[in-house]
Nanobody, 123 residues
Framework: QVQLVESGGGLVQAGGSLRLSCAAS????????MGWFRQAPGKEGDIIAA????????YYVESVKGRFTISRDNAKNTVYLQMNSLKPEDTAVYYC????????????????WGQGTQVTVSS
């Protein structure tokens, strides 16, 4: 069992930055690949970033490459998403999710999800 809690969302002006955190319970955090997904109103959530169990490999969707950075601290059972140069189209609810083994881009492969945190970027 893994429980995930996101924090760090809020309202920011276009061009600004936010840092999201996802704190995990349990004693086997280092066995899980972690992903960040986002869901805009009326849309299905898509993966935007993922990181391997050790942090040695990462994935980013094309629209956030160069702007967002995913990282993890296994000693603190926490994964982060640093978001820079934010755009209005980044507005969404952001979710972290956990998956045993290597990361994938499919929502259905992730068995554990946080409650989500709202990110709103104004024009």
């Amino acid at each position: 069992q893994v429980q995930l809690v996101e924090s760090g969302g809020g309202l920011v002006q276009a061009g600004g930055s936010l840092r999201l955190s996802c704190a995990a319970s349990g004693r086997t955090f280092s066995s899980y690949a972690m992903g960040w997904f986002r869901q805009a109103p009326g849309k299905e959530g898509d993966i935007i970033a993922a990181i391997s169990t050790s942090g040695g490999s990462t994935y980013y969707v094309e629209s956030v490459k160069g702007r967002f950075t995913i990282s993890r601290d296994n000693a603190k059972n926490t994964v982060y998403l640093q978001m820079n140069s934010l755009k209005p189209e980044d507005t969404a609810v952001y979710y972290c999710a956990a998956k045993l083994g290597y990361y994938t881009g499919s929502r259905a492969d992730y068995g554990y999800w946080g409650q989500g945190t709202q990110v709103t970027v104004s024009s």
